[in-house]
């Protein structure tokens, strides 16, 4: 796995060149490129630049995932597709068919069976045993959660499904997300941390602390970048 650390003071500007590129690349490569999106705060302001950005992505040949989302409807104010919806997808023309919405309105194992087959039906006709995304966004929680794998939750523990229900007693709710295996299949992961009260945390992450799940994020064959905005 190589891994990369970007420090930046311009840390949206940044994160919408290390998106656009590897959008570049994959389309240039493969005619698609396949994006995870991550929810919380940090991403929304990247979202919204990459919506203006020029040259525009090539929003057709793009697929957007969500790396996790509540058991919420999808106009809910805590739903991660309505941020991504609100900031991103009402100001692109982005094919509906591009977009897999993870549907948080449904009971949460039938939800994460349903998002698991879409990804495994795309993954088959590119020949893939699990989804490969060409880029999957993280971002890193102050108990060092990452999508919406908690520290002590059975999801942790998954080795099989892609996609699953989590119960997370420290929210008492329950979440749906990716998995290792999806996330460790990815061709490249970047964290988005724009917080300097996070580098702490983001070092002890880096530095394999056990107890933080983002710490077992590892590309199986692929890359890990880290954009730390100062
Ligand atoms: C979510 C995210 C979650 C988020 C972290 C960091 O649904 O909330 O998937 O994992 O990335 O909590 O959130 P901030 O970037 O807002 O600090």
């Given at each position: 796995m190589k891994e990369r650390v970007i420090n930046t003071n311009?840390?949206?500007e940044d994160?919408?060149?290390?998106?656009?590129?590897?959008a570049r690349r994959a389309i240039s490569d493969k005619g698609i490129f396949r994006l995870s999106l991550c929810g919380g705060g940090t991403p929304k302001p990247v979202y919204a630049a990459l919506a203006r950005a020029v040259p525009a992505l090539d929003w057709p040949r793009i697929q957007?995932?969500?790396?996790?989302e509540r058991t919420v409807p999808p106009d809910h104010e805590q739903s991660n597709y309505r941020m991504v919806k609100e900031s991103l997808l009402d100001?692109?023309?982005?094919p509906e068919g591009n977009v897999f919405r993870?549907?948080?309105e449904l009971e949460p194992t039938e939800a994460a069976a349903l998002y698991e087959r879409e990804l495994r039906q795309v993954a088959?006709?590119?020949?893939?045993?699990?989804?490969?995304?060409d880029l999957l966004l993280l971002g890193v929680?102050?108990?060092?959660?990452t999508a919406s794998l908690f520290p002590g939750t059975e999801a942790l523990e998954e080795t099989k499904h892609d996609v699953v229900a989590n119960r997370v007693p420290q929210l008492d709710?329950?979440?749906?997300?990716?998995?290792?295996?999806?996330i460790n299949a990815a061709r490249h992961v970047c964290f988005m941390v724009n917080s300097a009260s996070k580098l702490t945390l983001v070092n002890q992450v880096r530095s394999g602390r056990a107890d933080y799940p983002a710490a077992k994020v590892h590309p199986t064959s692929g890359e890990l970048t880290w954009l730390l905005g100062q």
């Open positions: 311009c840390f949206v994160a919408v060149i290390v998106i656009s590129d590897a957007l995932t969500f790396g996790d100001h692109i023309e982005i993870m549907k948080g088959s006709r590119f020949g893939e045993e699990r989804y490969s995304h929680g102050d108990d060092g959660h709710t329950t979440r749906i997300t990716f998995t290792y295996p999806l």
